[in-house]
């Protein structure tokens, strides 16, 4: 089964019900981890949690299929959730299908999210028309996709707020699904919110639950690092420890502003009129028009390998920053600087 995203929401009803293995690819890692939670919350019972990484699986691929068909110390039930990189998790896949398909016993729930694959993908196609697996991709959203997610988060929870309620939740979430959530979840529980009783939220219950706002949440130090302000860093990094800034949210919303980059680079393509993509996307509402000036500055020091790199250099961060939790904020803080280093660098250059 093939999900799309604009689909997935009805998709994941069905896939709950007749498929063991999910396969949420692109990269958008907080919607693929979003789909992740649909998934197991329309499941009767998901059980027990066990995380694998893909490279466990790369390295032993019939770890998979025997943890799948194995039951919890308790026999209580289970679900298996994997965190892979590409097709690091394929040959364990195969493996786990080939069993299923031979009869070697019933599987728990498996997903795979693999944010720097594709739909395209080799593990991909293994599931794509198999009616007991789901593919879906997910791509970085807008700003008025993401505002439309928080006001349907919002009717679920039983507040009512208005567009701009929304669309400052969605901002101060760094466009971050899972954090938006999180802040409603925080302001139903404030206002005693709930669908049978549903509340009115405003700006003075959003200001009382601490909600990120964009000047104190992400963008400003996301912007700082991205246009090569070394001056202003320390300072937005003394902020980031100050506030509590969850490090993996930071992140996040860097590797979106990453990939809003890219498309805005391939938009632009071999023209190289910036401004006039820039306006044009600005019209549509796909971008902010506050956000104008810094996606103006960031084009022009991000483009091409050094764009390429940027994304690697995230991509590894990243898996520094899950793998080692409680460095996490010291770890964000050295890598931010080696980019804002390497921005300004280039920025320097350029002025020569």
Known sequence: ??????????????GARECSLFFLCGPDEAGAFAAASRILSLLPDPGE????????LRKDPVRLGDEARSTSLFGDKRHILVRASGDEAHDAVKNMLDGMD???????????????ATDKSRTAK??????DGMVAMFWPPDLSSVTASVRTMADAA???LNGDIAERIA???GLDVRLAQSEITKLALYLDASPEGPRNADAEALEAIGAATEEDGFMPLVNAVLSGEAAKLPGELKRMHELSLNPVGLLLALERRTAQLAGLAAKIGASGNAQQVLTAEKSARRIFWKDERDLSVQLRLWRGASLDRLVNRLVSL???????????????????????????????????
Not at 126 to 131: G, P
């Open 1 to 14: 089964m093939k999900a799309t995203q604009r689909d997935f929401a009805s998709a994941a009803v069905r």
């Open 49 to 56: 949690r066990v995380e694998l990484s893909g490279g466990d």
């Open 102 to 116: 031979t009869g070697q016993g019933e599987v728990c729930p498996v997903l795979i999210i693999a944010t720097s």
């Open 126 to 131: 293994l599931l794509e028309k198999r009616k």
């Open 158 to 160: 039983g507040l009512r």
């Open 171 to 173: 901002r101060g979430a």
């Open 318 to 352: 990243h898996r520094a920053l899950l793998s080692n939790n409680q460095s996490a904020e010291l770890l964000l803080a050295q890598g931010l600087t080696q980019i804002a280093r390497q921005a300004a660098s280039t920025a320097n250059k350029r002025h020569r």
